[in-house]
């Protein structure tokens, strides 16, 4: 039997909060990172409003040797990585190199860097352009910043599955873990708030239109006309239970398990890839639906796919059979992000016994759930399902449970 893979470090870098509490005691608390875009003038742009990781100086953070070599997405990551390794209490010098990994996710890479040094290319020529280019636009320039930072050699990957992908990042780490590595860096940052990123953005045609932060992203409402995007994420250190007991870690909770589908980019809102996700990670965990005290949902905020993951839920849990959250309501959706900011929301719930709100969205009824809305919910949580869907038909689902 395969020895249990548990949290013991947490990295929040979200819209509503920097660091871990700041964002825990927001969401707790239904307060939104929601607002007009500040970074760029997006005036020209259907799409005004991004979840926005504000009040952000990277230089407060990182050597100035790096800020020339990376993007917004991996300074973030950088930052974030720092703040899980000091919470799990690992110190990368006191570790064979060879004993840590970093697994990361990432849907875009570094898409301001790029456009910058395409403004460059054009404007002034291809002698202005920078060499950093070469590799801090790339999907794995996360976890390939992250491994030189920190001197980390062992198992390194990136996984591309948009929203769905910080799950899989995680469940890949576990394998890691399960073969034999002490500790690996995983969890997703995502940060596309740029002109070229909102073009890209937009051509998917899920962004909504509202202008209004407080309407523009409802799911399961039945006034859902897309989502909000933002950046930003979570950083996770995961290693072995044992280890972790045995030198004292603080364990938020273990991941317990996983289950991953493709539906193909033709077979567009239906609910059979998603049921069949999560009934693979529970049998991963060895527990049943009677045992999942809340879900955290993948909540697209658009009226199709939000009525096909209903469907799903109400087909394993029955009609409003289990309490149903999405704090990503006061972030947008944070693409590789936020799977990974999720699953470390549910890890606190665990933890703390509180299960933080969706906001702003009036439920529609037809849809059967029990939606944690207004507030927070004081619930002893031991079990924890989270989903996630990446766009052209990645489902993920990871069980979290407590240690």
């Not at 790029?114 to 070469?134: D, I, R």
């Not at 769905?164 to 469940?171: C, P």
Request: aromatic share 6%; hydrophobic share 40%.
């Amino acid at each position: 039997m395969n020895s249990s893979t548990v949290v013991t470090g947490i990295g929040v870098a979200s819209p509503n909060g920097l660091g871990t509490q700041q964002y825990w005691d927001a969401t707790c608390n239904g307060a939104s990172g929601i607002d007009r875009i500040a970074s760029f003038d997006a005036t020209g742009y259907p799409l005004h409003l991004a979840g926005e990781v504000r009040h952000f100086e990277a230089s407060v953070h990182l050597p100035s040797r790096l800020l020339p070599q990376t993007d917004r997405m991996t300074r973030l990551a950088l930052t974030a990585t720092d703040w899980a390794l000091l919470d799990a209490g690992i110190e990368a010098d006191t570790f064979d190199s060879l004993d840590l990994g970093v697994v990361t996710a990432a849907s875009a890479g570094g898409f301001e860097f790029g456009q910058n040094e395409l403004k460059k290319l054009w404007s002034q020529g291809n002698q202005h352009v920078s060499a950093y280019q070469s590799f801090a636009w790339f999907y794995a320039v996360n976890s390939g910043q992250i491994s030189i930072r920190n001197n980390m050699r062992g198992p390194s990957g990136v996984v591309v599955s948009d929203q769905s992908g910080g799950l899989d990042a995680v469940a890949h780490a576990r394998r890691q873990i399960r073969k034999g590595t002490k500790a690996v860096v995983t969890g997703g940052i995502d940060a596309t708030i740029c002109p070229w990123g909102w073009v890209a953005l937009l051509a998917s045609g899920r962004l909504s239109t509202n202008p209004d932060p407080a309407s523009a992203y409802l799911p399961f409402d039945a006034r859902a006309c897309g989502h909000v995007p933002g950046e930003g994420g979570a950083i996770l250190v995961i290693e072995d239970a044992q280890q972790a007991r045995g030198r004292g870690a603080r364990i938020y909770g273990e991941i317990a398990g996983y289950g991953a589908t493709f539906d193909g980019v033709e077979r567009k809102g239906g609910s059979e890839g998603l049921i069949r996700a999560i009934e693979v990670a529970l049998a991963d965990a060895h527990v049943c639906t009677d045992d999942i005290d809340v879900v955290f949902a993948d909540a697209a905020g658009d009226p199709s796919l939000d009525r096909s993951e209903a469907d799903a839920l109400k087909r394993l849990f029955g009609e409003r059979g289990v309490p149903v959250t999405a704090p990503k309501t006061m972030t947008g959706r944070l693409y590789s992000g936020g799977g990974a900011l999720d699953l470390a929301t549910a890890l606190l719930s665990i933890s703390e016994g509180v299960v933080p709100p969706t906001i702003n969205t009036e439920l529609d009824s037809e849809l059967g759930l029990d939606l944690v809305s207004g507030s927070a919910r004081a619930q002893v949580v031991r079990h924890a399902l989270v989903l996630a869907r990446g766009h052209h038909g990645f489902n993920s689902a990871v069980v979290a449970r407590a240690a």
